[in-house]
């Protein structure tokens, strides 16, 4: 598996998202899929302190860090292991029933992130994290409050590095500034929703075409790139209506059909195509989701998958 450069560490190039893990995945397969994962040379764990409330009625948030918890029992100098803070649901019922469970995010104020950190590390079993984001960027509180508050677990050895997530480019302008200004560490992950298609339309949680050339300008931030086979629309799925809305533009048809092209030279899927193409940027780090061991068989083929310069070409053009 390639590697990048995030601060002073070298991580895998894929990052496994453990979201489900501890609820829809269960303990056995989890260990089964996070073996594997670090057979091939994975090492880039990213998990929340949220997941996974919405998967059913006894769900809470803090199931997957529990599991990988147990899981990491012997293995945790083998990882770089992540986790969020800002997303975790005020009033689970409410959140429930409402359209957005946005209005239930707790936030990241500074009580919000010291009571975060250690109630992800009493989870997660171990002493620090290597990388925490803020998961929603927070509009309300202070921004000088949060990064102050962040700067302060790094100093406490409780966090190695910070990032940011779901955030708008001009925000994350402003918070080098002020972390500059101040002294504060300084966020070098940015971690949004990104594929091989383009989105309609910019949004928060997207990283579009500003972030992307943001992002060339600071060759130091790394892009943590999920939902990048965007739930299987590669594949022909449109049953996720607002995932494949969001993508459904002028380009689309044209994009997804020379991935079809490339796919059925090279004898893989699509969504590993995409996969081996978002490999191809040093900056970007994609995050794979399996639910089950299966959705894990067909990820796993994309980890060295290499791309010939004339299908590169194809695809950028």
């Not at 927070?138 to 100093?155: K, Y």
């Not at 992002?215 to 999920?226: G, K, S």
């Not at 086979?229 to 209506?241: A, M, N």
């Amino acid at each position: 598996m390639k590697r990048v450069q995030l601060g002073e560490h070298t991580v895998s190039q894929v990052s496994l998202g453990c979201m489900l893990m501890g609820t829809l995945t269960d303990q056995p397969t989890s260990a089964r899929i996070l073996d594997a994962y670090l057979d091939a040379g994975g090492d880039f764990l990213d998990t929340a302190d949220c997941y996974a409330w919405w998967t059913g009625p006894q769900a809470r948030g803090g199931e997957s860090e529990a599991a990988l918890g147990e899981l990491l029992k012997g293995k945790r100098d083998k990882v770089f292991l992540a986790t969020k803070v800002s997303a975790a649901i005020t009033d689970l019922d409410a959140a429930r029933k409402a359209p957005s469970a946005e209005p239930y995010y707790e936030g990241a104020s500074a009580e919000v992130i010291r009571r975060g950190i250690d109630g992800s590390l009493k989870r997660l079993q171990t002493d620090h994290v290597d990388l925490y984001y803020i998961h929603v960027d927070d509009m309300t509180t202070p921004l000088e409050e949060t990064l102050q508050t962040l700067d302060e677990i790094v100093r406490a050895g409780k966090v190695r590095y910070i990032g940011w997530s779901n955030v708008w480019t001009w925000r994350l302008e402003q918070m080098r500034a002020l972390c500059r200004e101040n002294g504060w560490t300084v966020p070098i992950v940015v971690q949004q929703q990104y594929s091989y298609l383009k989105p309609r339309t910019g949004a928060r949680n997207v990283a579009g075409p500003e972030m992307i050339e943001w992002l060339r300008h600071n060759p130091d931030v790394t892009l943590a790139a999920y939902s990048p086979i965007l739930s299987g629309v590669y594949e022909g799925r449109t049953d996720k209506e607002g995932m494949y809305k969001q993508y459904d533009g002028p380009e689309t048809e044209t994009r997804l059909a020379t991935v079809a092209k490339i796919a059925q030279e090279l004898g893989v899927t699509r969504s590993q195509v995409v996969l081996a193409w978002l490999q191809q940027q040093s900056q970007v780090v994609p995050i794979i989701g399996p639910r089950t061991w299966e959705h894990y068989e067909a990820y796993a083929p994309a980890f060295d998958l290499e791309l010939a310069p004339e299908h590169l070409a194809l695809l950028d053009q």
